[in-house]
């Protein structure tokens, strides 16, 4: 099942890690350099809750919580 809100669409988003090295120039070093750049995955925050549907029925969906918060569900 992919990980993807049902109300706003929320999907997982590519980026990455950046590792740096060195002392920056603002404290005396010769700056910092980039060592390593790791790909990550950033996740949206989804519960499995149950939501009352249109026609007045019950539905178990994923949704994020900023949906939650928002109101834009309606809990059973």
């Known amino acids: 099942m992919a990980r993807i809100c049902a109300i706003t669409g929320k999907r997982p988003t590519k980026g990455s890690i950046i590792h740096r090295k060195g002392q920056s120039k603002k404290s005396g070093g010769i700056g910092t350099h980039i060592t390593t750049i790791t790909k990550r995955k950033f ?34």
């Open 43 to 76: 996740r949206p925050n989804l519960q499995k809750i149950r939501i009352r549907t249109a026609n007045g029925g019950t539905k178990r969906v994923l949704v994020s919580v900023k949906a939650i918060k928002a109101g834009l569900v309606e809990k059973v």
